[in-house]
């Protein structure tokens, strides 16, 4: 059976990284952009990691453009962004798919091990979402498909998937999770 360690992403510059590098670590992989609603997360994220990093927590950020084209820059303008307004220091990767065609491998795997479970929006905003969704890619969503940036999934140390959040969840609640496996 796969684990994380088994996938690889490009770093900003294109260059293939193992996740076999973070092995032993707690992961928080989580699909982000620099103009979304929830991109303030990065202050809540970039302050998780401060205190936790040391205790073996690596967030692995993936930049995605997917909703609402809502991270438009290049790799090295998120990257700048994400630096300077909300002092960001965990690793980020080049900016790629997590649906569709073209959504990353690691993507697939992470919703194989941890579906959508649900109710991430109430239904009036669930509605205004899914047709932004639409608007902006040429395939529809699948059931078990990220529903917006700043998706959420933690990675034991072992690799094995334990928890989905979705973006509208609190981060006390990642927090939790995180903190019972450190």
């Given amino acids: 059976m796969a684990k994380i360690f088994d996938f690889n ?3 900003k510059s294109g260059k293939e990284v193992s996740l076999e590098l973070y092995k032993g670590k707690v992961l928080l992989v989580v699909n982000t952009a620099t103009g979304c609603g929830f991109t303030p997360q990065y202050e809540e994220l970039e302050a998780m990691y401060e205190r936790l990093k040391d205790k073996g927590l690596e967030i692995l950020d993936v930049p ?3 909703f609402g084209h809502q991270a438009p820059g290049s790799d090295a303008e998120i990257g700048e962004f ?3 307004k909300f002092g960001a220091s965990f690793p980020q990767f080049k900016k790629s798919d997590v649906n569709g065609a073209n959504e ?3 993507y697939t795997w992470l919703k194989q091990q941890k579906p959508y479970a649900g109710n991430a929006y109430e239904e009036k905003l669930a509605a205004i979402m899914e047709d932004l ?3 902006a890619n040429s395939e529809p969503r699948k059931k078990d498909d990220i529903q917006w940036n700043f998706t959420k999934f933690v990675v034991d140390r072992n690799g094995d998937v334990v928890a989905r959040f979705e973006p509208t969840q609190s981060l006390e ?3 939790k999770v995180v903190e019972a496996l450190l």
């Fill in 82 to 84: 994400c630096t300077l």
């Fill in 9 to 11: 992403l490009q770093d």
């Fill in 173 to 175: 609640e990642v927090v």
């Fill in 64 to 66: 995605c453009n997917q």
């Fill in 104 to 106: 990353l491998p690691l």
């Fill in 133 to 135: 969704y639409n608007k």
